[in-house]
Each structure stands twice: as C-alpha cells, then as structure tokens.
C-alpha cells in the first residue's frame, strides 16, 4: 500500500461548479497534511495545510480533514479555467525527521 | 520577496558526466531538501538537511550526493550521470517544526 494514495484523474467539471479532491494516507499517526497546485512544467506551490480534524476554509478552497478515515480532501468552490493543474496531496509521517510524502497527483480541467 | 533559486534551470549532459545543482534561499529557512519528480511517480525525496551540519538521505539517494555550503546553499552532485537519472529536479525549503515546503521553479537535466 502506498503512503500517500490519490486518484490520478483526469478530474473534469464545468467552470462554476465544486470540484473535490481525495487523499488517503496510511500512516495513522501522521498530523500534518498539505495541498499542493502544480501546473504543467512548474513547481509545487502551496495552496492549504491543515492539522486538525474538520474543515479549514481559505477563499475558494476547503480542506476537510478525517484522521479516524485517514482522508483528507481539497474541495474547490467556483471552479476557474484557471484552476486546472495537478494537485498533490502531501503528507508528514510520524516518527522520524518529519518527512513529507507527496501523492502521485490528481489532474483536475476545468472546461468554460 | 525572498525567494528559492536554481541553476541552472535546464542542462543536458552525458552518460558519465558529473553535474552538480545548486540551491538558494533568501527565506531564512534552516531545512532544506532535494526531491526529483517523474511522470506518474510523483516527487521523490532524494536527500534533506535542517541544519548546516546535519544531512540526512532520503528514499532514493543512491547516485547523488549534497553538500550544505552555507544555511542558504544546498547543492546536489550527480558523481556520474545515467540515462535513468532524467528526470525534473526540485529544491524546497522549510522553517522549523511546521514544514510547510516551499519550492524552487526546478531544474530539467536530461542525461544521453
């Protein structure tokens, strides 16, 4: 089983609507996870971290995060041409130097 | 702004060639990482340092060696490069216990 697990995609939605984004983990002590919006040829950049269990709001975007379902999401509110990118799930195990795993990637399009 | 810097940004090299990578920070951050990412496989954590004196390898660190010259300065030797080491190739920072990582815009390095 992999440590990070996302689903690779393509995730297509029309501009204006919700898209959501999962992540599992498995590693059930882990206690900091972020989202990262890579586009096309360019370099992670952070979009949401969150820690505790519950939803965490900044704009558009929500993290929601379930450590009893080892689940974290990313729900992107009004959908942008914009937006579409692959988003990596990210992970800091327990234990150890706090590494960070990243998800292989969801690639979300949004069409106008 | 302060800032993650690579270079270079693209080099092509040869089977055998030694390459070296280098990364600067002007964010103040202690740690500092190495990752490369290839299609499907996600980015990778090839080695890491939090402090001057403190390197550790990472998941695939074989056929790579760091140096940290400074807190702000973290380069990445290829000793002798193979076809399989093509790949994009990230620098990433973080402050202290949060981890949050900030990357660099990445180096493409393509061995023949």
């Known amino acids: 089983q992999k440590e990070v697990e996302q689903n690779s995609g393509p995730l297509s939605v029309p501009e204006g609507a919700i898209a959501s984004l999962n992540c599992t983990y498995s590693?059930?002590?882990?206690?900091?996870f972020f989202w990262y919006r890579q586009y096309s040829g360019k370099s992670p950049e952070l979009i949401m971290s969150?820690?505790?269990?519950g939803d965490k709001e900044d704009g558009r975007f929500t993290a929601q995060l379930n450590k009893a379902s080892q689940y974290v999401s990313l729900l992107i509110r009004d959908s942008q041409p914009s937006d579409s990118a692959t988003y990596l799930c990210?992970?800091?195990?327990?234990?150890?130097?706090?590494?960070?795993?990243f998800g292989a990637g969801t690639r979300l399009a949004v069409h106008p | 702004d302060a800032d993650v810097t690579q270079t270079p940004r693209n080099r092509i090299t040869k089977t055998g060639k030694r390459i070296m990578l280098e990364c600067s920070q002007t964010?103040?951050?202690?740690?500092m990482y190495w990752y490369r990412q290839d299609p499907g496989l996600g980015l990778r954590l090839i080695y890491y340092?939090?402090?001057?004196?403190?390197?550790n390898k990472g998941e695939i660190s074989d056929g790579y060696s760091v140096s940290r010259q400074a807190q702000a300065k973290f380069s990445l030797s290829l000793e002798s490069a193979i076809p399989n080491q093509t790949a994009l190739y990230f620098c990433a920072t973080s402050k202290g216990y949060l981890n949050e990582q900030f990357f660099g815009p990445g180096t493409r390095l393509t061995v023949l």
């Open positions: 969150i820690y505790s269990n």
């Open positions: 340092s939090f402090d001057v004196k403190d390197i």
């Open positions: 990210a992970v800091i195990l327990s234990g150890g130097y706090n590494k960070l795993i």
């Open positions: 964010k103040g951050h202690d740690r």
């Open positions: 590693d059930r002590g882990s206690q900091s």
